[in-house]
Nanobody
C-alpha cells in the first residue's frame, strides 16, 4: 500500500506565497509522474502542475509564471511553490502520483491540504 502525505498550505493574503509538499511511502518501484490538483467549491478538480522524473513540467495557464513544481526522486516527493497568490487560487490542493509497485501501476491521491488566499 502506498500513501501520499501532504504538508503545508494555510492562509495568506493576496500577493503572498505558500508552499505545499507531498511524500510518497510504501512499496515503490518508481513514480513516472507526480502532480498537484486543486478543487475549489463549486468547481471541478483542476490540474495545477505536473512533473516527470526528467524534470519536464506542465502547468495550468492560470498559474504559469507564479507556481513552480519540483520533485526529489530519491525522496519520492513533490513540491509546489506558490507565489503571487490570488483569491481565486483558494482551494483544497491534492497531490497525485502514478506509482509503479510490485503489483503494477496504480494512481494515488493525497488527503488534500487547504490553501486560502484572502483579498
Amino acid at each position: 500500500q502506498v500513501q501520499l502525505v501532504e504538508s503545508g498550505g494555510g492562509l495568506v493574503q493576496a500577493g503572498g506565497s505558500l508552499s505545499v509538499s507531498c511524500a510518497a511511502s510504501g512499496i515503490i518501484f518508481s513514480i513516472p509522474a507526480m502532480g498537484w490538483y486543486r478543487h475549489a467549491p463549486g468547481k471541478q478538480r483542476q490540474l495545477v502542475a505536473r512533473i516527470l522524473p526528467d524534470g519536464s513540467t506542465n502547468y495550468a495557464d492560470s498559474v504559469k509564471g507564479r507556481f513552480t513544481i519540483s520533485r526529489a526522486n530519491a525522496k519520492n516527493s513533490v513540491y509546489l511553490q506558490m507565489n503571487s497568490l490570488k483569491p481565486e487560487d483558494t482551494a483544497v490542493y491534492y497531490c497525485n502520483a502514478g506509482v509503479i509497485t510490485d503489483t503494477g501501476e496504480h494512481n494515488y491521491w493525497g488527503q488534500g491540504t487547504q490553501v486560502t488566499v484572502s483579498s
